[in-house]
């Protein structure tokens, strides 16, 4: 009867362990750990030391924890790079932190030195990791997996039994089964040698390859980046310049000549909202028709910005970003001449867009004196007005009850002292209120059409019954975020390929014993513990053994013998089950 059996370990062989260590060795792409020793005395000797340091894989890890860690404060304190208004604020509030920020580099993490140091320390370990074991690997791939150790039984998976076919038989079934279930296997000498499971080590050297394209692909955005925000009324325009940006921030490297030439003007912006429901006044539809040009061409071309879907010109995206209204306006001097008239862009405060801004009437007025004066105006825009005894607020976002309301104010508007103001807020310092009859701030609710008159014959502000829309543009250029996401991608689907894919070996040895019956003998050994592995070589033994059926024992009655079992494969004593 055919039979069985496990391997028992023989510590006495120390040629059979040297065997062993050859036959399960270059199962990965990990450098070797050398015992820890001094380095030799000399520059070279520290040089070498402090690079096998440095492309170590636990340095690779800290570096890249450290460069998590170091991106935290990035997240949490305002940086120079992306709004200078609350690095100034958090300034003002905290007069002791912000010294210590400012000599640690924490208000321009990303550019600091240290946080620079850390990247490209990560960088330069991750490749001299690389390199090493991709050579190491097209090695292995050159190569043919290492023959069977000479005791079988040392190993974790094993599995034997008799047999009355010939050796050479058995060996060339087993070639044949092995390559068939993808194995690379070879002859050498009286057994079959294979090897399976190399996708962990391409997922492998691919994760730690898209590490390096992803920081290669981020240092690249950020040092050459752009990003530019720009108010449109319909009716007007916008050219790709500096000048032309409301706020506009780039990278360290980025250039204007970085630029993508462009120009684009608003036809018209269309927006719906929910009318009714626990949605009112969500938006249903947020569009920008425009006519946009590209580099010197006179040739205009019509298309339509909408939320999530940019115009691609070149390296530069355009997305729609922000809406509200531009209520026209006429100002006129006690003499009726006009003084001012044009679109005001107000700033939404809420979702149903009241809105408040600042009109200004610089130059051209003069007061009933004769004298040069500035106009200011303090503005708020409901588009949908609940009407008298309801809160100052608009109801809803669309133009339903359209309600411009007015404050005046007279005298030096502060823009000619070389101080920058935004254009939405009113500087009052200098200014007085125009004050009615009863001495209370002149302060009107204007409907389109509707004229506010100044006291004492001081001119008047008329709400025109056009009100156009604006909408909020931004033009961002980020250059390698393309190989940014295919880097992600391809750690992604390398760290599951390393993770779940894993390598092994498997031998079949087949010899005439000594009774003149052919005697097989497999065994499986992986690079990590797992079920997998005897799971497999059951697998292949019981295939394998209905080719090469068990052969009786001499001492077993024949007639026994009729229907022997498939073998089974259990771990070696001693040795850990895979």
Not at 173 to 190: I, P, S, V
Not at 243 to 267: A, E, I, M, R, V
Request: charged share 20%.
């Amino acid at each position: 009867m055919s039979e069985t059996k496990t391997g028992a370990p023989d510590t006495t062989s120390a040629a059979a362990d040297e065997d062993l260590g050859a036959a399960g060795s270059q199962l990965s792409t990990a450098p070797a750990e050398d015992a820890p020793h001094l380095p030799s005395l000399g520059v070279i000797g520290w040089a070498r030391w402090f690079w096998r340091q440095l492309t170590s894989m636990r340095v690779a890890l800290l570096l890249l924890l450290l460069l998590s860690l170091g991106a935290i404060p990035g997240s949490l304190i305002p940086q120079t790079g992306i709004d200078e208004t609350k690095v100034a604020e958090f300034r003002k509030a905290h007069e002791t932190l912000a010294p210590i920020y400012d000599k640690l580099g924490l208000f321009h993490v990303y550019s600091s030195v240290w946080f620079s140091a850390i990247y490209i320390l990560l960088f330069v370990s991750l490749i001299g990791c690389i390199i090493p074991r991709t050579w190491q690997f097209v090695g292995q791939l050159r190569g043919r997996p290492p023959g069977a150790p000479k005791r079988l039984t040392r190993l974790p998976a094993y599995t034997t039994w008799r047999t009355e076919v010939e050796p050479e038989q058995v060996r060339a079934a087993a070639l044949a089964l092995l390559k068939k279930r993808r194995f690379r296997a070879h002859l050498a000498g009286d057994a079959v040698a294979a090897e399976k499971g190399y996708l962990r080590e391409v997922g492998n050297l691919a994760f730690h390859i898209a590490l390096i394209v992803m920081l290669i692909a981020f240092a690249w955005g950020q040092l050459f980046k752009s990003e530019g925000n720009k108010l449109v009324v319909e009716g007007d325009g916008f050219s790709n310049t500096l000048t032309q940006y409301d706020d506009f921030k780039s990278g360290s490297l980025f250039t204007q000549d970085d630029l993508d030439p462009f120009s684009f003007n608003l036809k018209n912006f269309v927006g719906s909202y929910e009318p009714s429901g626990p949605n009112r006044g969500t938006p249903r539809v947020y569009k920008a028709d425009i006519t946009y040009s590209v580099g010197s061409s006179d040739k205009e071309k019509k298309t339509t910005i909408k939320v999530n879907e940019p115009l691609e010109i070149g390296g530069s995206k355009v997305y729609l970003v922000s809406h509200g209204y531009a209520p026209v306006v006429t100002i006129r001097d006690g003499k009726g001449k006009i003084v001012y008239q044009d679109a005001v862009p107000l700033l939404p405060l809420d979702g149903n867009v009241t809105s408040t801004g600042a009109i200004k009437v610089m130059d051209g007025y003069r007061n009933p004196k004769g004298e040069r004066e500035q106009l200011g105006f303090q503005a708020f825009f409901l588009p949908s007005y609940g009407g008298a005894g309801t809160a100052v607020v608009s109801q809803f976002p669309a133009l339903l009850n359209p309600v411009l309301n007015l404050e005046a104010y007279h005298g030096d508007l502060g823009v000619d002292a070389g101080i920058p103001q935004s254009v939405y807020q009113l500087d009052k310092k200098n200014l007085k209120g125009f004050k009615d009859a009863k001495g209370a701030q002149v302060r009107e609710n204007l409907k389109p059409g509707e004229t506010m008159k100044l006291p004492n014959g001081a001119g008047s502000i008329t709400f025109e019954k056009e009100i156009k829309e604006w909408a909020g543009f931004q033009v961002a250029r980020q250059p390698g975020s393309g190989w940014a996401l295919a880097g992600a991608i391809a750690a992604i689907f390398g760290l599951a390929a390393s993770l779940f894919i894993q390598r092994r070996r498997v031998w079949v040895r087949a010899t005439t014993g000594s009774d003149g019956v052919t005697v097989v003998e497999m065994a499986g050994l992986g690079r990590s513990e797992s079920a997998k592995v005897p799971e497999e070589l059951g697998d292949l033994a019981g295939i394998l053994y209905e080719q090469a059926p068990g052969a009786p024992d001499p001492e077993d009655d024949p007639a026994d013998s009729a229907a022997s079992p498939d073998p089974q494969v259990a771990p070696a004593e001693g040795a850990d089950s895979k």
